[in-house]
């Protein structure tokens, strides 16, 4: 099963081939979906330059590599590939002139340590640069190597993408990302975040609907919306103290554009397509967000909210603004109000201070609420995050005991799950040959349903349960 952070690494696809025009770029993006839409913008920007995209990097004059640096898993990720590439260009000797643009978190993030760290990097390019790309990718080729690194990253992330932002699409025809704002204004003990993606940013619901019906006239039948935090999504525009919601209090979007307001409105346009939530905030939910959803149709059945620990103890530490009596009861008004709903959470074992009475409450607390789509990830202490100068950290060989043992608590679950998913018809989005995908599964997330290979990839169709392996189903 893919891991909870939606870490991959993505490289412009080989069916793409390459055409012949004077500059040839290549890129590897890594880290979540959020990281995937800024490449995505990054080639548009390069394509309406005239630039080409070309599959393989040993072609390209110019090698981007788009970073992450949320935890350490990501961060050594992101640094292992861009040695790899420093290296394949030192061995090759046709690869010799060949520029290394280092995009992304990893840029933003560490901007003062990098170009000393890596000096064998052409260019640095953080989170506002992304659609001066062209431009810094021209310079970095006209300079020579002793000039050192050309540094572009500024201080503070404030850039946001429109609907009339261009975009290359690396993701398959049928489904997409919409981004719906950037940035985060919560202060999570344990997220970078905040730090370098900045404060919380919404795009304008107009702006959004008009690229979702863009995204539907090209095939595309999943929208999945994404950023920091999608409950947010409009109260940033609320002005005045007054108007500002309680994060544990109902939201009333007549006062202005909110997530339901959206939901609504891209549930009224035309076209046979899925709108899937992820990346909320369990504090920003409300009776009219759950109302919302069981009224939109081309809602998925299918909520994202990481909700990192049940604890009193834990979520007060963590500064997650809610607590276990306001989780526990959010969650059932969700079920009660959402038919055939899917809950996907993600829970967070040792930080700092985790008791034991912590984690058998957290341990009790996934076996009986029994989450549709669950996972679990240890604490990784970050630097530039509160936890990482808070006493009582938890040893590693903890962390990795009380991991298995909620794992197996999921995977228990999980079976149970599908066992109860046998014989029900179910409609689902044929994602590649003989492999589709229900409403309760997130792309590269969750599960898959195996299903007949003569289903055409891109469309939907209903098809019965009859099995189940692992994490997966098999239709009959």
Same mark, same amino acid.
């Given at each position: ?7 991959? @690494? ?9 055409? +012949?025009? #004077? ?9 979540? %979906? ?11 920007? /390069? ?14 004059? %110019? ?33 010799? !002139?060949?520029?290394?643009? &280092? ?8 901007? @003062? ?25 021209? $310079? ?35 489904? %997409? ?42 095939? &595309? ?15 940033? !525009? ?6 500002? #919601?309680? #994060? ?76 276990? !009596? ?19 959470? +993600?829970?967070?074992?040792?930080? #700092? ?8 409450? /957290? ?6 609420? $029994? ?9 990784? @202490? ?5 936890? =990482? $100068?808070?006493?009582? =950290?938890?040893?590693?060989?903890? @962390?990795?005991?009380?991991?298995? *043992? ?6 228990? &679950?999980?079976?149970? &799950? ?17 492999? %589709? ?26 098809? *019965? ?12």
């Amino acid at each position: 099963m893919p891991d909870d952070f939606g870490i991959s @690494k993505i490289q412009i696809p080989a069916y793409l081939g390459a055409v +012949t025009m #004077p500059t040839q770029i290549g890129l590897i993006s890594l880290g979540c %979906a959020k990281n995937l839409i800024d490449s995505e913008i990054m080639l548009g920007h /390069l394509q309406d330059e005239g630039m080409t995209l070309v599959p393989d990097p040993e072609l390209a004059d %110019a090698l981007i590599i788009n970073t992450c640096s949320f935890i350490d898993v990501a961060k050594d990720e992101s640094v292992g590939t861009i040695i790899e590439a420093v290296n394949a260009r030192q061995e090759d000797p046709a690869r010799e !002139k060949q520029k290394i643009i &280092v995009a992304g978190c990893l840029s933003q993030r560490f901007q @003062k340590d990098l170009p000393g760290l890596l000096p064998e990097v052409d260019a640095f390019i953080g989170l506002d640069q992304i659609t001066d790309v062209a431009g810094i990718v021209r $310079k970095t080729l006209e300079r020579d190597a002793e000039e050192g690194s050309l540094d572009t990253v500024t201080a503070k992330s404030r850039y946001i993408p429109d609907y009339t932002t261009p975009r290359f699409r690396l993701t398959p025809q049928h489904m %997409a990302y919409l981004k719906i704002a950037e940035g985060c204004n919560h202060t999570c003990a344990f997220c970078i975040i905040p730090k370098i993606r900045g404060q919380h940013r919404s795009r304008t619901q107009e702006s959004i609907v008009k690229e979702a019906k863009g995204l539907i006239a090209q095939g &595309v039948k999943e929208i999945n919306l994404i950023s920091q935090d999608t409950t947010y999504f409009g109260m940033d !525009k609320w002005q005045g103290r007054g108007n500002r #919601p309680n #994060p544990t209090s109902p939201v009333d979007s007549t006062r202005g554009e909110s997530l339901a307001s959206l939901l609504r409105a891209l549930n009224d346009l035309e076209g046979d397509f899925w709108i899937r939530l992820l990346y909320t905030h369990p504090a920003h939910w409300s009776d009219e967000l759950i109302q919302t959803i069981a009224e939109c149709p081309k809602v998925a059945r299918y909520v994202d909210i990481p909700l990192q620990h049940i604890s009193d103890h834990m979520l007060d530490t963590m500064n997650r603004k809610t607590d276990g !009596k306001y989780i526990r009861d959010l969650l059932d008004r969700m079920r009660a109000g959402i038919p055939d709903l899917s809950i996907r959470t +993600t829970f967070i074992t040792g930080f #700092p201070g985790e008791t034991d009475a912590d984690h058998e409450e /957290l341990l009790e607390f996934i076996k009986t609420f $029994k989450f549709e789509r669950c996972g679990i990830f240890q604490y990784s @202490k970050e630097e530039g995050t509160r936890a =990482h $100068k808070m006493d009582d =950290h938890i040893h590693h060989a903890t @962390k990795k005991k009380r991991h298995r *043992e909620l794992s197996s608590a999921i995977d228990e &679950v999980a079976q149970q &799950v599908n066992e109860a998913q046998l014989g029900q018809t179910k409609r689902v989005l044929v994602e590649e040959e003989g492999i %589709a995908r229900s409403m309760w599964d997130a792309p590269d997330i969750d599960g898959r349903i195996f299903v007949p290979i003569d289903c055409e990839v891109g469309e939907f169709l209903n098809v *019965e349960i009859k099995d189940h392996r692992g994490y997966d189903l098999v239709a009959g």
